[in-house]
């Protein structure tokens, strides 16, 4: 734990000299691309989605199966009387080749077989679309990460800050120039700092295992991230006015329900037939010996034709059901809609809005600083006092948190927004490698 801490410790300071600084180079971790590509390769949900397209393939291959010539080899053996006298008894050995075949069922087994490939079709748009929500929530955990460190910092800032105006308080109270409260101020102002502090490293550390989590990842050892060299805005994407559009084209969950939809139909039409004939083939040929030495040969070979008659109602509860779950389906599809509809503008605005905070908030901290290098100036010569000092540190502090945070949730409003487009982060979007994991 205490390389933890002296790891991001080093990384902070690297901070330290304004809002938007370089880091030193020397620092090495995980990227942010590294972080996404290990929740690719970790995370215990794509697991399960793959395992579910697998499953689907071999519902498949197994229908294809039951269309194919089936072979049995049977034998027996029979045996009446005394084993001394076997000879002399009745005995009989035979063995039957037999061989079937489905030769008609209506295209049943062909409109399953569609059904299943539009199935197995929307099981990969699951995965991909679970690969995208992987990959936008570790995003979103590493900025959070990010955002802690900055925190850090800052409430370090402030505690130098701090001891800078104790051992100024001291000085003026030494030659008469304050009164001591000003020392006990400053002292009860420090030690109130110190505890954020203390709370900022233990945030430091949560925000760091719910990394973990959302990369999948189970790392024991210290490990740390690569912060950015500069705290940039992301960009807005372009064709504002279509995104909705974008968004509908490329949701694999949208387009996950469009094969749901199509799989509805052809179930509807397959409960249809349910009830219909179906033709087999039949061959065999057997071969028998007996007590006697006689041999004998047998060939078989016939169609056997099944015409259901009545069912029950079974197959028009069939298809009414299967009616019903595409009614279903076509519900989730409009609802859906929506939901895209929403998020999309939604995080779109919200980018905008923290894009308008950043600046905002870049302003204020310019002015901040100057504010409390001026109170301090001003209190070191005997003018102002130490409340205004006390107040500077505060308000410097909460400037630099405002546009952190600002910074922190326009890169979260980016993160969801490429997530309700049905992108992946933009750190990974062109990366080949990633469909070998699909």
Not at 12 to 28: G, H, K, R, T
Not at 43 to 60: G, R, V
Not at 90 to 102: F, Q, R
Request: charged residues 20%; glycine residues 4%; proline residues 3%.
């Amino acid at each position: 734990m205490r390389r933890i801490f002296l790891t991001l410790s080093f990384i902070l300071l690297s901070f330290s000299a304004s809002y938007a600084q370089n880091i030193s180079p020397d620092i090495s971790g995980l990227s942010l691309e590294e972080c996404l590509m290990l929740s690719l390769n970790n995370h215990p949900s794509l697991s399960k989605t793959k395992a579910s397209a697998k499953d689907i393939e071999a519902q498949i291959e197994s229908l294809r199966a039951a269309t194919r010539v089936k072979v049995t080899v049977t034998g027996s053996a029979r045996y009446n009387g005394d084993y001394d006298y076997f000879s002399d008894n009745y005995h009989n050995e035979s063995i039957t080749l037999g061989a079937t075949k489905l030769l008609y069922d209506n295209s049943r087994n062909k409109i399953q077989r569609q059904i299943k490939a539009e199935n197995l079709t929307a099981s990969q748009e699951t995965h991909k679309n679970t690969m995208i929500t992987v990959t936008a929530e570790a995003k979103r955990k590493y900025y959070d990460l990010v955002l802690k460190f900055l925190d850090r910092d800052l409430q370090q800032e402030k505690v130098s800050n701090l001891e800078e105006h104790l051992n100024s308080a001291k000085g003026l109270y030494e030659v008469g120039n304050s009164p001591y409260i000003d020392v006990t101020k400053a002292q009860a102002d420090l030690s109130s700092a110190r505890v954020l502090l203390l709370k900022a490293n233990s945030d430091i550390l949560l925000a760091q295992e719910a990394l973990k989590v959302a990369m999948g990842t189970d790392i024991h050892s210290p490990f740390s991230i690569t912060v950015p060299s500069e705290l940039l805005l992301p960009s807005l994407p372009e064709n504002f006015d279509s995104l909705v559009d974008v968004a509908l084209s490329d949701r694999p969950d949208f387009r996950k329900l469009m094969h749901d939809i199509t799989a509805g139909e052809l179930t509807v039409k397959d409960a249809a037939r349910a009830n219909s004939p179906t033709i087999t083939g039949q061959a065999n040929t057997s071969l028998s010996n007996t007590q006697h030495g006689t041999t004998s040969t047998n060939y078989y070979a016939g169609i056997s034709v099944n015409i259901p008659v009545a069912d029950g109602g079974e197959t028009k509860a069939g298809v009414a059901r299967a009616k019903a779950q595409l009614e279903s389906t076509n519900a989730d599809a409009e609802s859906l809609r929506q939901s895209i509809t929403y998020s999309v503008m939604s995080a779109a605005l919200s980018l905008m809005n923290a894009k308008d905070r950043a600046r905002a908030a870049e302003e204020t901290v310019k002015y901040s600083e100057e504010n409390l290098a001026l109170s301090q100036g001003r209190y070191n010569v005997g003018v102002g006092n130490q409340i205004e000092v006390s107040d500077a540190v505060s308000a410097l502090a909460e400037a630099k948190h405002t546009y952190y945070q600002a910074i922190y949730d326009a890169q979260t409003a980016r993160t969801n927004l490429d997530e309700a487009l049905g992108h992946f982060p933009p750190e990974i979007e062109g990366r080949q490698d990633l469909w070998h994991l699909q």
